[in-house]
């Protein structure tokens, strides 16, 4: 997953339009062929089966470059993408919040890539950290009401109820997770490293998740932690941030290497 192009916040791993492309093409070049939250529930089900070689490509954010670079590299190697949408960014005139996301796309731009198969999820309103946000309101109440926003804008604008959510940032805690599973399916975190915020602490992202083992030595959490299985928590979803353990083009292979001897 990505947050789309991005040289800013991540200067010393950046993502171009150059670097994703590579990415993607080793994805292609592998034989992956990409799926959405629907086909993996259906599979969860016992529904459908998956593709041979199945991936998911998500991003966060309705920035603009998800409706220009980011599809355009996908569509160029025949894939489709997840995008979870936090809304306060497109419906709110608020200096504070382009300077932190940047320039968004119009709701008739999402439109766009629903057409071209693209699937819609919730990311909360003002993404807030849900950590923090879980010992201010112990009561949930303020989370409820940003769920409850987020979904209602987005069916307003796009015509879609999302059934899915990411997580914000590196940041959980018992009540988000017991709203989200009240609300959508599936609930995806974001690994950038072997740390989260918990519940007002500093955990071990194998340890929320429950997979044993020592973390590895690129930084990140046991290779296990890395990789949706059919038997995992759906509240507990993993996605690999692209700017950080899988941004060189080796790595990436690896990391698509270690899904098929998986």
Not at 16 to 30: C, H, N, P, Q, R
Not at 49 to 69: G, N, Q, T
Not at 148 to 171: M, N, Q, W, Y
Not at 193 to 203: L, P, R, T
Request: proline content about 6%.
């Amino acid at each position: 997953m990505c947050h789309g192009i991005d040289e800013i916040h991540s200067p010393d791993k950046p993502l171009t339009t150059g670097i994703f492309d590579a990415l993607v093409s080793i994805a292609s070049e592998m034989g992956f062929e990409s799926i959405d939250y629907n086909r993996l529930d259906d599979w969860r089900a016992g529904r459908t089966d998956l593709p041979a070689r199945p991936i998911m490509f998500d991003f966060d954010h309705p920035v603009k470059s998800m409706r220009y670079e980011m599809h355009d590299v996908l569509s160029r190697y025949g894939y489709a993408g997840n995008l979870f949408v936090n809304t306060a960014p497109m419906i709110r005139d608020d200096e504070a919040l382009r300077k932190k996301f940047g320039e968004c796309m119009t709701w008739d731009e999402i439109g766009e890539l629903i057409e071209a198969g693209w699937h819609i999820g919730a990311h909360t309103v003002t993404h807030p950290n849900l950590s923090k946000l879980s010992v201010k309101d112990p009561s949930g109440e303020m989370l409820r009401a940003e769920l409850a926003e987020c979904d209602e804008t987005i069916e307003k604008h796009l015509g879609v109820r999302p059934r899915d959510f990411a997580f914000t940032g590196t940041s959980f805690s018992t009540i988000a997770k017991r709203e989200v599973a009240q609300r959508y399916r599936f609930g995806r975190l974001w690994i950038v490293g072997s740390i989260y915020q918990v519940d007002g602490s500093k955990v071990r992202y194998a340890d929320l998740v429950g997979v044993p083992g020592e973390d590895e030595e690129d930084g990140g959490p046991p290779m296990a932690a890395r990789y949706i299985t059919r038997d995992m928590d759906p509240y507990l979803l993993p996605s690999m941030e692209m700017q950080a353990l899988i941004h060189e083009p080796a790595a990436f292979r690896v990391y698509l290497e270690g899904a098929l001897a998986s």
